[in-house]
């Protein structure tokens, strides 16, 4: 990475990266989703880009939405873990700085000292919301620390804890079984101490505004994390890079590794005018369209067809906007057939009108990607290649 | 690999690896072993899986087949080495416990004090037994060692030293020329003292055995060596592994890595009826054909391409068995051209019903493979791929 920085030289090219979420796939009579779908204006593309295949960890390795864009972003997932209290925090669209601790939460009932149901009979949402709510207005703060509480889907939420001195080396307050108390949060470093001592006056504060509840009478705590710490994207790259995505996960990943996350509305239409609104001020984008996956992820081949097929539609408005290099891929793999995300490598289009070889031959599918010029690539090689495309690389030696 | 494992889990799908020995080759009118066979078993499940080529070590470099199969199995050849003596051993068939100490032996001739021939003449392998039987008999224990020799080909045998504190870092007794005396066995490390002790009493208890004959009057030691230490492939893999194979060699490379070696017969026809008896015992078989690698060391291309043939016809019993995963691959090339072990890539067939794209074309030959879906791998990927397919891995990360 430190071999790529020192390579790295200043231009006016713009770079496009387009994340169709999952848009690798699985064939149903001998066709995946995307040889399925009509995609006129791809196919084309094609033909005057290079296609390959992209494995986002290894090989037979099926990755989660974050260690996918990392890798994508050029960050090496298995060196930069993201904990699962910050995946959280991202996905309810929460902006964690450097330094917070952040941790996943279950409302939980307990019974005489014991816990007799680990998310409370799933409560609903808008009860969460309530108690969360109160929760935050009854702790603001314990010794020099803030706390935010913030609800998430039935019995869970996210509590971050911000402020100074502050570590995520800590055991977890969920037993993971019924029938057993919550444990007591302990430090698993030195300078944990502070940490745990916080965590566990919260848990004791909550659990005294909680008493009154029926259900919802306790708390557990587990997947203590904080932002992994990374050389920031505009540094690493030399880029300015804008992030346009809908989904909170997504615009946390991007804001996560640096990039500036773009105001923009929800729908693909509202993600492509933000992209024409904001052109001319930054120099890489990243655009995310997550309804591919969401549609995989359901089991609905036909559904996430259709998406692509829309996605193509939309596809001469980003070409009219004429980027130097514009890179369509996937972060995973998410075919219908197996309804979750999958190891399989994802079809991968590089354009570059004067910088890349070309296919000669219309068509984009995974069978197209995997005989492409490009060849098989770890998702890490994208961003060296659409910097090399960019012609933003001096050479190497002499 | 430690990633690897933390993300298996386990299910009952049923995995098969065929090696095919040495299927790998090279053109003789403009068409290998492979691609002249007339396969139209593995042409047809060709269309309905995927295809690559899988390099064994690395680009370049010619495997043994120790190398080759440890890497097909999941383990780094670079890092596991496997001594020549615990390979010499494994190919008699004497099964090494951990801790044993192996060595090539070679029958030579000596004169005055030195060597007059390294090789003894090369005596016919009867004298060879006798000699190994004489010297088993009159050699039994030295301290608290156990000495087993065991005959090989013409003048070759092993010496295993079976007891505790032994170490393999040992010099040689073989000077590798002719007119040089005997060398003294020396330690290579602090711990070898003893063993180097007990090797050089039982050199020269064995000259004195042999002083009466006339051309194997001494013997030669090197290659000292141990079991590489691994973690069990049921372990590493979370896997319960059945290996059907004919040759020691191989039933033995199973074994070191942890693989329960079924009883078989002699006859392709015979490993099959074990496969099939034993399909309700193991999630994992390893299932090895000998034939194809020694047509192509003895340069006879019509006969590798014929035993080629007679797999395929015998394709559709295994895939009556209905397994989960099935790889058809070899562990090196072995062109009946070079009429030796080669470098080139191995060609690699991954039928996967649930889980594989597909070929879409019938047709199996290595450049068939090198246009494959899979694109290259190296023969360490060849576990992980077969462990994703099998739904047997965990997704990483969220």
Redesign the interface.
């Known amino acids: 990475m430190e071999f790529l920085t020192d390579l790295l030289t200043p231009n006016d090219t713009k770079i496009l990266l387009v994340v169709l979420d999952g848009i690798g796939g699985?064939?149903r009579d001998?066709k995946?989703e995307l040889a399925t779908a009509s995609t006129p204006n791809m196919d084309g593309l094609a033909a005057r880009s290079s296609l390959g295949?992209t494995t986002p960890?290894?090989?037979?390795?099926?990755?989660?939405?974050?260690?996918a864009h990392l890798s994508l972003f050029g960050y090496d997932?298995?060196e930069h873990?993201?904990g699962?209290g910050v995946?959280e925090a991202l996905g309810i669209g929460y902006r964690l700085k450097r330094g917070d601790v952040a941790a996943r939460g279950n409302f939980a009932t307990v019974k005489d000292g014991v816990i007799t149901d680990r998310r409370a009979g799933r409560i609903p949402t808008e009860e969460n919301e309530r108690l969360c709510k109160r929760l935050s207005e009854t702790i603001e703060t314990i010794e020099d620390i803030k706390i935010h509480v913030k609800a998430g889907k039935e019995h869970r939420f996210v509590v971050v804890f911000d402020g100074e001195d502050l570590s995520h080396e800590l055991t977890e307050s969920d037993p993971q079984k019924e029938g057993a108390p919550p444990a007591v949060i302990k430090p698993l470093a030195k300078d944990a101490g502070k940490t745990a001592r916080i965590v566990n006056r919260f848990v004791l504060q909550a659990q005294e505004v909680l008493q009154t509840e029926k259900r919802a009478n306790t708390l557990l705590m587990r997947g203590f994390a904080s932002l992994p710490d990374l050389i920031p994207f505009p540094e690493q790259f030399g880029l300015k890079p804008g992030a346009i995505a809908t989904y909170p996960m997504y615009r946390g990943l991007a804001q996560l590794v640096g990039m500036h996350v773009l105001q923009t509305g929800s729908t693909w239409e509202d993600e492509l005018h933000t992209l024409a609104d904001n052109f001319g001020n930054f120099d890489f984008f990243f655009l995310h369209f997550k309804q591919t996956d969401s549609a995989g992820e359901d089991g609905d081949f036909d559904r996430k067809a259709d998406f692509i097929e829309k996605f193509d539609a939309l596809l001469p408005q980003i070409l009219d906007l004429k980027f130097d290099v514009i890179a369509i891929t996937g972060d995973h793999s998410t075919p219908a057939?197996?309804a979750?995300?999958?190891?399989?490598p994802n079809p991968f289009l590089l354009h570059a009108p004067a910088t890349a070889r070309t296919e000669g031959e219309p068509g984009f599918s995974?069978?197209r990607c995997?005989?492409g010029i490009l060849?098989?690539l770890n998702s890490l090689e994208v961003m060296p290649l659409l910097l090399a495309h960019a012609r933003r690389l001096k050479k190497f030696g002499a």
Chains 1, 2 share one sequence.
Do not use: K, M, N
């Open positions: 699985l064939e001998g995946t295949l960890v290894d090989t037979g390795i099926t990755p989660g939405s974050g260690p997932p298995l873990e993201i699962r995946l057939l197996l979750g995300h999958s190891w399989h995974e069978r995997a005989r060849g098989h």
